[in-house]
């Protein structure tokens, strides 16, 4: 079983569109994230969710919205798709958050969607 | 803020041969932690190995080591008895206390490993 699974792995779209990526984690993990990688492999926080709850929004643009329906999923939807949002989009899930949780609880990664936007 | 630098782009290193990559950060915490990923063509993230700011010794697993020197900052991964598999993308990343584990990522060096 495949701890945090994305889907599409792929996705090609035109600018303008709206598309939608889905992310699940069977970890029991409380907090998910999205992080983007650029084509210079640069990694970036996007959001993070704490059961449910967004915690991170690092100056995100308002067309990327992501939706947590439960602490098990966490989907990333993106409006009026621009060709600066082509990149690998990684969702990533860890157990804890907060004061007094250990640093070195690692984050476990899905495997990516590339996105291209022609 | 934080901030995580990989000064190196690229690397060759010859197979069997070991090889040390760098990666300084910027902190003004004193809770942090220290991660190094690896990425292969495949794309996908593999933790390698962690330390944390107030571990005494340096981490270490399997053919990897953790060069930790905290006055200067810094937190080089050693892989010992490089392979051909070891090609790929290694990324060095940040935790700290205040930011949940969010982590923070340099920008990645490129390992080679020739044959």
Known sequence: DTAVSQTPKYLVTQMGNDKSIKCEQNLGHDTMYWYKQDSKKFLKIMFSYNNKELIINETVPNRFSPKSPDKAHLNLHINSLELGDSAVYFCASSQWWGAGKPLGEKLFFGSGTQLSVL | ?115
């Open chain 2, 1 to 115: 803020a934080q901030k995580i630098t990989q000064t190196q782009p690229g690397m060759f290193v010859q197979e069997k041969e070991a090889v040390t990559l760098d990666c300084t950060y910027d902190t003004s915490d004193p809770s942090y932690g220290l991660f190094w990923y690896k990425q292969p063509s495949s794309g996908e993230m593999i933790f390698l190995i962690y330390q944390g700011s107030y571990d005494q010794q340096n981490a270490t697993e399997g053919r990897y080591s953790l060069n930790f020197q905290k006055a200067r900052k810094s937190a080089n991964l050693v892989i010992s008895a490089s392979q051909l598999g070891d090609s790929a993308m290694y990324f060095c990343a940040m935790s700290r206390a205040e930011a949940g584990n969010m982590l923070t990522f340099g920008g990645g060096t490129r390992l080679m490993v020739k044959p």
